[in-house]
């Protein structure tokens, strides 16, 4: 069984899957450290992020391994790399790129189809898993959104961006997640919608609960 939640940034996808997950007794399958790991590895190899037969032949040698809670880059674990404010920009930004999307869609079929999975991401419901049974949509207002991922930098000691900057790179990051050629970010005309901007985390996933058909 697949359950496929999508979103913008900020609206909690990534949290409250893991919770679902570990509370169903599912695997959670985190399809953002996938781009995270990609554009990691673009960087090192000091590579221009548009498609190119370099990005192809990258994405068609790249060695991207999950164990637990860490992610391995080619044997490296880069957990901790990958979640830095500049990878998270680059990730968004090689996410657009067909080539990488198309590459990366039978691995992450691949993995979500082996086990009862959670994916989260930003076409789980439209692309990669069509035909999940379940299907969320969770939203926020970029003003929570930009709250929340400022305190999340915040507690990782990250200070020096303001709220307001953070915003601002939300908004940019919305626009070109919509307007991507490859994949949009959409909700699903079967996914079920949850404003989070009021809901903390337990109440979030006591609602996605209300809704799923196991």
Known sequence: MIIAIDGPAGAGKSTVARLLADKLGFAYLDTGALYRAS???????????????????????????????????DGEDVSEEIRTPQVSHLASVISAIPSVRELLLPLQRRVGHAQNTVADGRDMGTVV???????????ASLKERARRRFLELLQKGEKNSS????????????????????????????AVYINTDKLNIDKVLEKMLEYIVL
């Open 39 to 73: 554009a990691l590895k673009a960087k090192r190899m000091n590579l221009s992020f548009e498609e190119s037969p370099e990005i192809r032949t990258m994405m068609s040698e790249i060695d991207i391994r999950f164990e637990g809670d860490r992610v391995y880059l």
């Open 129 to 139: 898993f069509p035909d999940a049974e379940n299907k969320i949509f969770l939203d």
């Open 163 to 190: 709220e307001k900057e953070v915003a601002q790179e939300i908004k940019i990051r919305d626009e070109r997640d919509s307007s991507r050629v490859a994949a949009p970010l959409r909700r699903a005309v079967d």
